[in-house]
T-cell receptor, first 111, second 114 residues
Framework: SQQGEEDPQALSIQEGENATMNCSYKTSINNLQWYRQNSGRGLVHLIL?????REKHSGRLRVTLDTSKKSSSLLITASRAADTASYFCATDANYGQNFVFGPGTRLSVLP | KAGVTQTPRYLIKTRGQQVTLSCSPISGHRSVSWYQQTPGQGLQFLFE???????NKGNFPGRFSGRQFSNSRSEMNVSTLELGDSALYLC?????????????FGNGTRLTVT
């Protein structure tokens, strides 16, 4: 069973708008990561947030983590057409032995 | 620094055949993990190698195996291919073992089984 579940499954917005994706997970974690995947290519690491952190920023990206609700959100501000991709959250599982990825959110940014 | 390199980029095989995929990690990274990505199951963890030893294995049949060499390069082998093995196989390297640091992915090998 998957540890993380992203919501929504798909999101379509206009350039310049903000995009918010959510990730919920089931068991306690040490860290949570967000990745981006352009069609047919490998995943690119975006941000890692540890369980004792509540918020992290990286450029136009903002990630929050609420361990009490077992959820995280990824906010992309002022989106661009180049942000069109699938976004995945990954949580550590099996006592920190490997990452488990959610099914992803497909983001389309329309010019 | 060169990224993670996977070869070949595309493969077409017939049911019953076997296949070997190759992955060269980022220089200095000793951990190599393999993932299978399909539209139906998403990203599924196959196994992780660190210092030439398999450290962790996902829920896949024994037809899926791998190894890591002393230079950290890794190979994955799938024997007796089935149609359901058609997928994008992704290799990822990291500096540390386990789920403690970011994964750096290659662009994958697209395997089609006919």
């Amino acid at each position: 069973s998957q540890q993380g579940e992203e919501d929504p499954q798909a999101l379509s917005i206009q350039e310049g708008e903000n995009a918010t994706m959510n990730c919920s997970y089931k068991t306690s974690i040490n860290n949570l990561q967000w990745y981006r995947q352009n069609s047919g290519r490998g995943l690119v690491h975006l941000i890692l947030i540890r369980s004792n952190e509540r918020e992290k920023h990286s450029g136009r990206l903002r990630v929050t983590l609420d361990t009490s609700k077992k959820s995280s959100s990824l906010l992309i501000t002022a989106s661009r057409a180049a942000d069109t991709a699938s976004y995945f959250c990954a949580t550590d599982a099996n006592y920190g032995q490997n990452f488990v990825f959610g099914p992803g959110t497909r983001l389309s940014v329309l010019p | 620094k060169a990224g993670v390199t996977q070869t070949p980029r595309y493969l077409i095989k017939t049911r019953g055949q076997q296949v070997t995929l190759s992955c060269s990690p980022i220089s200095g990274h000793r951990s190599v993990s393999w993932y299978q990505q399909t539209p139906g199951q998403g990203l599924q963890f196959l196994f992780e190698y660190f210092s030439e030893t398999q450290r962790n294995k996902g829920n896949f049949p024994g037809r899926f195996s791998g190894r890591q060499f002393s230079n950290s390069r890794s190979e994955m082998n799938v024997s007796t291919l089935e149609l359901g093995d058609s997928a994008l196989y992704l290799c990822a390297s990291s500096f540390r073992q386990g789920a403690n640091s970011p994964l750096h992915f290659g662009n994958g090998t697209r395997l089609t089984v006919t």
